[in-house]
């Protein structure tokens, strides 16, 4: 049996993500609490919105006009954020379904609407400072407006927080889970990715950092066209011609060399200059050399590992359920009853010689299947000795019958060649299963040979309809099916099987390198 190690990490996103907001939140109760012990034990009245008081001669509590109000502030911050995180998560595990769309929306508003009115009925008390200057209705109406709005931008801010996260972790599992057969749809859709967020940043802030941001621009689009062109172009051409990492950087060196003109055209446009353009051109091409470069070429070779290991991991669980299914296909009841009868119904006619060799065959069959079907592979003589020994036991019933013709014609000697065992057996077992009638001329002719390495296996047999009342008339068996999923995950490439069939007669042609 294959066992899977899943090793859960030390810490999930999720986990971190809560008990940073938690510290955080502790944090701020602690210096309110601590503030609120100087306030008491040493008369300190500083609060940032002490001055407000101060100025208009008005009385300032320390406790009604900060502290507490800020506690409350604090409070709702913490359990919104704990909240939405929540109903974002639920979001993602179900957002194909229309009711969870709608549910996250309804949940959204109802903390909308919640946390507004707290910030505002919260901020009236650290705003009555306002009292002077206005009626009681219009400092409601001026911090409730104001605060619906900032709530309304602090939801703006979570949903850029809870997209970016999700995408984040999603190009870090796409970085370190990535198939080498999805490559090219998943590079598209990570560069696509990257351009969103970048957009959204400079479109926001790029105008604070402009140096900065042109600069970073520059470096990133050049960088997701090299990561984009080496996934899919030039890193698969030089694994396929068996090159190495050097041939890699060289290449990647040509192209940096050849983006110096167009970069420096652009930059120029952009920092208003050639001249001002050469540092970051520089810059832009180092970068890009040193670190996109090595880290493309690391993360395509670490995918490739996982693939091939994946890889593994299925033709190992698809040998271990073939081989169950074969275990269970072969030698099944109804033949081993066959056997026993047949056996039995020798024994009645003479003396003993027969029906000793019958049972030595069915002895040395299961013992075979005991003991070498297990192996991974076995000399081909024994599948051999195998398959004759079932052909010797299926003649004891058929031998009476002169209008059945089993023809063997199967090469010896075969010892210095190996083969998974109980490869051939089920198209014999199909033949003999499908292609004798006791009551109708039946013929089977079975050819086995190893020509320059190659297995060379023909089975061509009689088919005759089944009678009503036998109870294999109706199924189908998994020999066949069985026997060729093996032959995928043990002979990849290095078999052919060809399968013809009229109404009359059936045929198999095998062929495997046993190299």
């Known amino acids: ?41 040493r008369s300190f009245r500083y609060a940032p919105n002490f001055h407000y008081f101060d100025e208009r001669h008005l009385h300032f509590s320390y406790s009604a006009y900060y502290s507490i109000p800020q506690f409350i502030i604090n409070t709702t911050y913490y359990c919104a954020f704990i909240f939405l995180n929540f109903c974002v998560d639920r979001f993602m595990k179900n957002w194909r379904n229309p009711k969870t769309i709608i549910v996250t929306i309804v949940l959204a508003f109802i903390v909308y609407v919640l946390v507004a009115t707290i910030l505002s009925t919260a901020n009236t008390w650290t705003d009555s400072y306002l009292l002077s200057d206005h009626s009681a ?5 001026i911090v409730f407006d104001r605060e619906f709005v900032f709530t309304i931008m602090l939801m703006v801010i979570y949903s850029a927080y809870a997209t970016g996260k999700y995408v984040l972790q999603y190009l870090v599992a796409a970085f370190f889970t990535g198939d080498i057969k999805s490559h090219p749809n998943q590079v598209n859709r990570e560069c696509l990715t990257v351009l969103i967020i970048w957009a959204i940043w ?22 997701l066209l090299i990561y984009w062109y080496s996934f899919n172009l030039l890193i698969p051409q030089i694994l396929a011609k068996k090159e190495d990492s050097k041939i890699y950087y060289i290449k990647i060196g040509y192209l940096l060399l050849g983006s110096i003109v167009p970069v420096t055209l652009i930059s120029g446009a952009i920092m208003q200059g050639p001249n001002s353009a050469l540092v970051p051109n520089f810059f832009t091409i180092g970068i890009n050399l040193f670190f996109t470069a090595p880290f493309t070429w690391a993360l395509y070779q670490y995918r490739l590992e996982k693939n091939k290991e994946l890889v593994g991991l299925k033709t190992a669980l698809g040998q271990s359920t073939a081989d169950l299914d074969l275990l269970r296909s072969q030698i099944n009841p109804h ?24 049972i030595q065959k069915l002895g040395d069959m299961m013992r075979f299947m005991l003991q070498e079907n297990v ?63 006791l009551r109708e001329p039946s013929h089977i002719n079975i050819s086995l040979h190893v020509k320059d390495n190659i297995l060379l296996f023909d089975v061509y047999n009689s088919i005759h309809e089944r009678a009503d009342n036998d109870p294999e008339k109706n199924k189908s068996g998994i020999g066949l099916e069985n026997v060729k999923q093996r032959l995928q995950l043990l002979y990849p490439k290095a078999h052919e099987l060809a399968i013809r069939q009229n109404a009359k007669e059936f045929f198999i042609h095998l062929s495997i390198n046993l190299i």
């Open 202 to 223: 400079f479109m926001f802030f790029g105008h604070k950092v402009v140096w900065f941001a042109k600069i970073g621009s520059q470096v990133l689009l050049l960088g």
């Open 1 to 41: 049996m294959i066992t899977v190690e899943n090793k859960k990490p030390f810490i999930t996103f999720k986990q971190l993500e809560f008990w940073l907001a938690t510290a955080v939140y502790v944090a701020s109760v602690y210096i309110l609490a601590y503030n609120q012990f100087l306030h008491l034990s």
């Open 375 to 437: 192996q991974d592979k076995i000399s081909l003589n024994r599948e051999v000795e195998y398959l004759n020994n079932y052909i010797d036991l299926q003649k004891l019933r058929t031998q009476t019958s002169p209008d059945i013709v089993i023809q063997v014609d199967v090469q010896e000697d075969l010892y210095t060649y190996d083969i998974a065992p109980m490869l051939l057996i089920p198209f014999v077992e199909n033949a003999f299963k499908h292609g004798i009638s």
């Open 137 to 141: 209705n219009e400092l409601y109406s």
């Open 335 to 358: 033949f081993l009853f066959n056997a026993l009868n047949t056996l039995y119904g020798t024994a009645l006619q003479e003396n003993a010689d027969r029906t000793g060799e019958g």
